[in-house]
């Protein structure tokens, strides 16, 4: 499918799930000759479908050949085998995965009270972005993020503005969604 894809003038590729190292180097080998921007939302586990990622460093072999990686907190704690008690330990392990064609992480998911924290992280600059937090379960975020943040960036925006456009049209994607078969009955 990639290949079909890749034969098309085409402005960025959002990656996700990624399951063994025939598709990692495939995808690694392909990506040699795009030019484009890639985002990779990389998918260590799942709680939809009980997916977990079973080696680490096959998955970081990717990362020098994408532009940008929108992980969760706990992603990017199983990426550098460190901790995150506070905003600026999130600061630190991101700017350890910096580097190769990799020029930014956007971190996300840091809870606080009652908001969550954004962080874009690049070499030489640190942006935060606060929102409140949603109450309800929601499966798929970070892909939907992920494809709303290329989407953003494909169509002119900065990074820095386009976050939280994402970060909008994923609030809305939670708020719009339902459990199949029961409708929307929660909070938010």
Not at 92 to 120: M, Q, S
Not at 158 to 184: M, Q, R, W
Request: aromatic share 10%; net charge positive; glycine share 8%.
């Amino acid at each position: 499918i990639l290949n079909s894809v890749l034969s098309f003038p085409i402005d960025g590729i959002k990656l996700g799930m990624i399951r063994d190292e025939l598709q990692i180097d495939f995808i690694i080998n392909r990506l040699k000759t795009f030019y484009n921007v890639v985002v990779y939302d990389p998918v260590l586990f799942t709680t939809a479908q009980g997916y977990r990622v079973g080696n680490i460093s096959l998955i970081k072999k990717l990362l020098n050949h994408v532009d940008i990686i929108t992980p969760n907190v706990d992603e990017l704690i199983m990426f550098t085998g460190g901790r995150i008690s506070k905003r600026e330990d999130v600061f630190e392990l991101a700017t350890l995965l910096l580097n190769g064609r990799l020029k930014a992480i956007v971190v996300k998911g840091f809870k606080e009270g009652d908001f969550v924290y954004d962080f874009l992280v690049e070499k030489n600059n640190i942006s935060t972005f606060k929102h409140r937090y949603l109450l309800k379960e929601v499966h798929g975020t970070g892909c939907h993020f992920a494809s709303a943040l290329l989407v953003n960036i494909t169509n002119g925006l900065t990074l820095e503005n386009a976050i939280p456009k994402a970060i909008d049209l994923t609030k809305k994607y939670v708020f719009n969604s339902f459990k199949l078969g029961e409708g929307f009955t929660g909070r938010i």
